[in-house]
C-alpha cells in the first residue's frame, strides 16, 4: 500500500538528518581533514555544521540532484578543510545522499533504515563536545623547523609534497559493510594524504 504521493521536504528533515549523519560519520576522508587539523582547531564544529547545512540544502531546495550536491560537498570541503578527494567518496556520498532522500519522498523510509543497518554500526565522532585526537601530518622533511611549538590544533604549518594537492583517502568505514548497497572503497587510510593550500574559509 504505497502512497501514490510525495511526503513534503520540510517533513523529512529530520529523518534525513539522521540520514547524513550517519553517512557523514562513515566518511573517512572527512575525518582525516579533521584528525589533521586541515580545519583548524574547529573542525569538528565546521564537520557538525556541514552536516546541517547538507540537511538543509537537500531539503528546502524542490530540486537536488547527485550531480548538484556533489559540487557542493567538493567546494565544502575545499574551502572549509583545503581537501580534494580524489577517492570518488564525495561521488559516491552525494549519490546516496540523493538516493535516500528521493526513497524518503516516496514513502520509503523502512527501506532507507534496513539498507543503513546493513552497513553495520559506525562510531559516531561528528558530536558536539567529542573530543578528537589531532594527528601530525605524517611528513618526514619540515616538521622540525616549521612552527613546532604548539600543539598540532594549531595551523600546522607543514610543507605540502610534491603529488598533486589533493587527498586521497577512501570512504571507508566500519569493516561489516557487505551487503549494502553501495560498493565502498577500502584502502589504506593516510597514504598519499597531501595538505592542500587553497581558498582559505573567511
Known amino acids: 500500500m504505497a502512497s501514490s504521493s510525495q511526503i513534503p521536504l520540510a517533513q523529512l528533515q529530520p529523518v534525513f538528518k539522521e540520514i547524513v549523519e550517519n553517512i557523514f560519520n562513515r566518511w573517512t576522508a572527512l575525518r582525516l581533514a579533521v584528525e589533521h587539523g586541515m ?23 524542490k530540486r537536488v540532484d547527485a550531480y548538484d550536491l556533489r559540487e557542493v560537498m567538493e567546494e565544502i570541503m ?12 564525495v561521488k559516491e556520498i552525494s549519490e546516496l545522499l540523493i538516493k535516500y532522500l528521493n526513497l524518503l519522498r516516496d514513502n520509503k523510509e523502512e527501506q532507507v533504515r534496513l539498507e543503513l543497518a546493513r552497513m553495520g554500526p ?11 585526537k589531532m594527528q601530525a601530518m605524517d611528513d618526514s622533511s619540515g616538521t622540525d623547523d616549521d612552527n613546532d611549538d604548539d600543539d598540532m590544533d594549531q595551523d600546522m604549518d607543514m610543507e605540502p609534497t610534491a603529488a598533486p594537492a589533493a587527498t586521497r583517502s577512501a570512504m571507508n568505514p566500519t569493516p561489516s559493510t557487505q551487503g549494502s548497497t553501495t560498493e565502498f572503497l577500502e584502502e589504506d587510510v593516510d597514504p598519499g594524504w597531501t595538505q592542500v593550500r587553497g581558498r582559505r574559509r573567511r
Open 39 to 61: 580545519g583548524g582547531p574547529l573542525g569538528l564544529n565546521t564537520a557538525i555544521e556541514i552536516i546541517n547545512y547538507i540537511t538543509c540544502y537537500c531539503t528546502e531546495n
Open 122 to 132: 559506525c562510531e559516531i565522532w561528528i558530536k558536539s563536545g567529542n573530543r578528537i
Open 78 to 89: 575545499d574551502q572549509e578543510f583545503e581537501t580534494i578527494c580524489e577517492d570518488e567518496s
